[in-house]
């Protein structure tokens, strides 16, 4: 897959940090977020997902937060790897109205040695 | 498990010519969705399936553009006649239950219109 965005906002870390990628998201009523990360000539794939009954959700060294007062989700990666740089994307939805999901247009990560 | 198969993986045409891309979802899943990506406008839906029937086609971009699903286990994306500015990498996602649910993306097609 191509990488997506000549101005695609990018995130350097050191290896073995702690990541934020933050995503701002358009539609008050979306109840469903999830993001993807998207590796290199490969398609989006599922990281962790957050329904908006919940503040907080934790997976394998990452956790995502909601904030629907502001219409924000961040991703927190812990102890970031070489194998975690890749483009990440959140995508919304509202399950109630059958909506399909909007992807958020992606931030890319860098892991430095 | 076999996930979400996709062919060509790359494709080079010229102007004009009919370009037809395919996709296999995963086995058992109901609905199939067909996304575009491009450095400008990022990952957009062209058109979703639900139990073979197209459901939302509201991101076709003009008629120049097809997709069919003729049964649970393949569909297709046609472009006839591309267009330059129809290159792009176009993923096929599939998912059990609605829209609404985790989807998973194939590998991709990248698409070259010269």
């Known amino acids: 897959g191509e990488s997506v965005g000549l101005h695609l906002p990018t995130l350097s870390v050191q290896e073995g940090d702690n990541s934020i990628i933050n995503c701002a998201y358009s539609n008050s009523a979306s109840d469903y977020f999830i993001w993807y990360k998207q590796e290199s000539g490969k398609g989006p794939q599922f990281i962790i997902d957050?329904?908006?009954?919940?503040d907080k959700r934790q997976g394998q060294r990452v956790t995502v937060l909601l904030n629907k007062t502001v219409k924000h989700l961040s991703l927190q990666i812990a102890a970031t790897q070489p194998g975690d740089s890749a483009v990440y994307f959140c995508a919304e939805n509202n399950y109630n109205y059958g909506q399909n999901f909007v992807f958020g247009p992606g931030t890319r990560l860098s892991v430095l040695p | 498990d076999a996930g979400v198969i996709q062919s060509p993986r790359h494709e080079v045409t010229e102007m004009g010519q009919e370009v037809t891309l395919r996709c296999k979802p995963i086995s058992g899943h109901n609905s199939l969705f067909w996304y575009r990506q491009t450095m400008m406008r990022g990952l957009e839906l062209l058109i979703y399936?639900?139990?073979?029937?197209?459901?939302?086609d509201s991101g076709m971009p003009e008629d120049r553009f097809s997709a069919k699903m003729p049964n649970a286990s393949f569909s297709t994306l046609k472009i006839q006649p591309s267009e330059p500015r129809d290159s792009a990498v176009y993923f096929c996602?599939?998912?059990?239950?609605?829209?609404?649910?985790?989807?998973?993306f194939g590998p991709g097609t990248r698409l070259t219109v010269l």
């Open positions: 399936f639900n139990n073979n029937v197209p459901i939302d």
């Open positions: 996602a599939s998912s059990l239950g609605g829209a609404g649910n985790e989807q998973f």
């Open positions: 957050i329904r908006s009954n919940m």
